[in-house]
């Protein structure tokens, strides 16, 4: 199975060097031609908990230069999901498939609508980050769910699953509960993400004083009351006890939509906060606390030019 990594970022650039590492067929496709050229003079290099290298994969920045793929992996955040269907069609082979792993929600219906019965849905928590230039860390294994949106396991899933696992990153799960294993992992990142960016502290503090912990308890009691409306069976039986843990094991992580802003990037608030804000308005729910994170992160997204630095 040849395999197309569409988005070259830190998870993109991790998970296809680690495939290619395994003997698997791998193009990492990538828009930024500037990154292309330098990943093609330079090499990428890797390093962190899987060992540093300087690897030469196959990169390009035209769906054209890379021939037919048999599964397209969408790695690209969420804002540029629309714009990657493109690339997907130009990669993947007439009865290719389509996976996301990305945070949030919106993702598999976009590419649903561009691929129907072709697209697979999952989460992972490998971990990874930008040094720079063709330069990334791997910063952790991880767990990776996937499966089909409609419950049912299909043989082309336990494919996929087989080929996810020759990375050697952790376990992958083939699962009867994708939409699940997507909104446990919305969650987490809902309560943790954006407010451990407004307060500037890494995941371990978050939850370290009182007013944190009201935080995160009462974003996870918005997110659970549109969770039990739309009839989503998450796979964790108490969420805020698992938002709590994973602080705990990535105490000293800076989270991804922290990393974004400070690097005046755009951030996936509005697949995050944003979408559970949305989906609670349209049930009639409140949900006060994540629209007004997704306003907050916005305008700090929307400042960047004129922020104040620290003093």
Known sequence: MKVGIVGAGA?????????????????????????????????????G?????????????????????????VMVKSYDTAAAVHTVKGIVSPQGLVLTLQNGIGNYEILSDAFPDRVLMGTTTIGAMTLGPGRFRHTGFGQTHL????????????E??????????????????????????????????????????????LPSTQTGRALVHNIIEECLAVVRAKGIRLIVDDPEAQVLAV????????????????ARRRTEIDFINGAIAREGESLGLSVTVNRTLALLIGALEASAASRVPDL
Request: some cysteine; proline content about 3%.
């Open 247 to 262: 602080c705990e094991g990535t105490a000293g992580n800076i989270n991804s939509m922290f990393q974004d802003v400070l």
């Open 11 to 47: 998870m993109g650039s991790v998970v296809g060097s680690l495939l290619q590492e395994a003997g698997v067929e791998t193009v990492l496709v990538e828009r930024n031609k500037n990154e292309v050229r330098h990943v093609r003079e330079n090499g990428l290099w890797i390093e």
């Open 147 to 158: 499966g089909e949106a409609d419950g049912t396991i299909r043989e082309r899933t336990r």
């Open 160 to 205: 996929v699953a087989s080929i996810l696992e020759k990375m050697n990153a952790g376990p992958v799960h083939v699962v009867d509960n994708a939409v699940g294993c997507v909104w446990s992992k919305l969650l987490i990142n809902a309560a943790i993400n954006g407010p451990a960016t407004l307060v500037r502290v890494k995941n371990g503090d």
């Open 49 to 73: 908990v899987s060992g540093e290298r300087l690897l030469r994969p196959v990169i390009v920045s035209e769906p054209g230069e890379a021939r037919e793929v048999d599964l397209a992996l």
